[in-house]
């Protein structure tokens, strides 16, 4: 527990660097899996980017006079490849792979969005500035991966006979209520974490309107004949969904939870954009404009949360009763 703004500081860029350390295993790994050669070129673009990332950050700490954390840095690494395994063992590698990293580069920027308020309650106006422009690259970043979203359809669907279309699509809707399970778990820690406040009531805004959509989705799968067994595996199939370590498994401050949230209403964008995809070309128009609607819900989601970063710091540092200095 960090004692003074300045630990709370230095801590952060120990989490923050720990993430760039899971973000260069995957962007090494990523150009392969990508199974498109525009996709493969935005991973090998951002891999330099994350090097300098990596290098920034780690001058940031000794600066401040410390140094990164190897036993953080490795829980981080062992997170990518899970990750890797996971995009690996999907039949729809390159579309489970960009949503992925569109949600990594999400929690990036949240982070990243996040810093430099709290360096300049710590009056550190070199990491205020280093912070927003990694923040730019990582902004940059999550650009080009949406610009790929179909890209990404393609090469996963590319070996799909066009008779396993309607199942792909099972699948797809099959995983969107997996990802509801989690974001309902996930608003479900609003009121313990952020307490009485705007973020807790943007979370249980969200929250009912998260199991809205679980029930949407779910009709749809069961009017498009989904087998019930798929169901069963809905909870294992979530467990591959890991947006990295530098939110916690339980994010247990206002601000930790702000940042992860918005980093899975991201996820949540990628997994409906590319449902609406793979359903045009099923042709299942009713899921089409279901997927649709749902999206923008989840875009709005995604931008209150970002609304709340600085009010969440705030509430973050006072609880742990860290004053500006
Ligand atoms: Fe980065
Ligand atoms: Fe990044
Ligand atoms: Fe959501």
């Known amino acids: 527990m960090p004692d003074t703004i300045d630990e709370q500081l230095t801590k952060h860029l120990t989490d923050i660097h720990s993430i760039e350390e899971q973000a260069l295993l995957q962007m090494k790994v990523a150009p392969r899996l990508a199974g498109d050669p525009e996709l493969a070129r935005a991973f090998r673009l951002h891999l330099a980017e994350t090097e300098s990332h990596e290098e920034r950050v780690r001058a940031r700490l000794k600066a401040r006079g410390a140094e990164p954390s190897r036993t953080k840095d490795l829980v981080a690494q062992a997170g990518a490849v899970g990750m890797v395994v996971f995009a690996r063992s999907q039949p729809d590698t390159p579309g ?12 990036e920027l949240a982070a990243y969005e996040l810093l430099p308020l709290v360096a300049e309650r710590a009056g550190d106006t070199e990491t205020v500035a280093v912070a927003r422009s990694i923040a730019e690259q990582e902004s940059a970043m999550a650009r080009r991966l949406e610009d790929g979203f179909d890209r990404a359809v393609d090469a996963s669907l590319r070996d799909v006979a066009p008779d396993d279309l309607d199942e792909q699509l099972n699948r797809y809707l099959a995983d969107a209520h997996a990802i509801e399970n989690q974001a309902i778990q996930l608003t479900e820690l609003g009121p313990k974490v952020a307490g009485e406040s705007n973020l807790a009531r943007v979370l249980a805004q969200h929250l009912e309107v998260s199991r809205h959509h679980q029930e949407r989705v ?27 370590g530098f ?10 939870l702000a940042g992860f949230a918005f980093a899975f209403e991201h996820l949540e964008i990628a997994a409906y954009e590319h449902l609406r995809r793979v359903a045009e070309s099923a042709g299942d128009t009713e899921t089409v404009g279901m997927a649709r609607q749902i999206v923008t819900e989840e875009r709005a989601a995604a931008e209150a949360l970002r609304g ?4 969440a710091v705030d509430a973050t540092l006072e609880k742990r009763e860290l004053t500006a200095r």
């Open 96 to 107: 489970k792979l960009v949503s992925h990293a569109y949600s990594y580069e999400n929690m």
């Open 247 to 256: 939110f916690g498994a339980q994010p247990d401050t206002p601000a930790k």
């Open 308 to 311: 709340q970063f600085e009010a």
């Open 218 to 244: 779910r009709n749809r799968l069961k009017a498009r004949g989904g087998r019930p067994s798929r169901f069963k595996n809905l909870a294992l199939r979530g467990a591959g969904v890991n947006v990295g």
